[in-house]
């Protein structure tokens, strides 16, 4: 199995920074799209942010300009840097990853971290 370790959540006042971790540990031999996704109360999950493997990335309209997503491939490390930060920010923040295991690729996520901007 694969699994997703997130860290880097917290309670930030509007207009600061917070980078989020998530490394995947376990027996795969490649990890193809990372991604961020957040979810706050009464909301659906949404996709914040996409990196491919070869570091093509997307992000959501409400963070471009504000979020940058990399990764550091040795590690199997996807970061989320994330830069004036406003209230509407305030969600579970969840990883989520290809990756080749077991002869397949599967999809996994994490546990998620708790983001919380204050107005």
């Known amino acids: 199995q694969v699994q997703l370790a997130e860290s880097g959540g917290g309670l930030v006042q509007a207009g600061g920074s917070l980078r989020l971790s998530c490394a995947a540990s376990?027996?795969?031999?490649?990890?193809?799209?990372m991604n961020w996704y957040r979810q706050a109360p009464e909301n659906q999950r949404e996709l914040v942010a996409r990196?491919?493997?070869?570091?093509?990335?997307n992000y959501a309209d409400s963070v471009k300009g504000r979020f940058t997503i990399f990764r550091d491939n040795a590690k199997k490390i996807v970061y989320l840097q994330m830069n004036s930060l406003k209230a509407e920010d305030t969600a579970v923040y969840y990883c989520?990853?290809?990756?080749?295991?077991?002869?397949?690729?599967?999809?996994?996520w994490g546990r998620g971290t708790q983001v919380t901007v204050s107005s």
């Open positions: 989520n990853v290809d990756a080749f295991y077991s002869s397949v690729w599967k999809n996994y």
């Open positions: 376990g027996r795969t031999s490649s990890i193809g799209d």
């Open positions: 990196i491919s493997s070869g570091g093509s990335t």
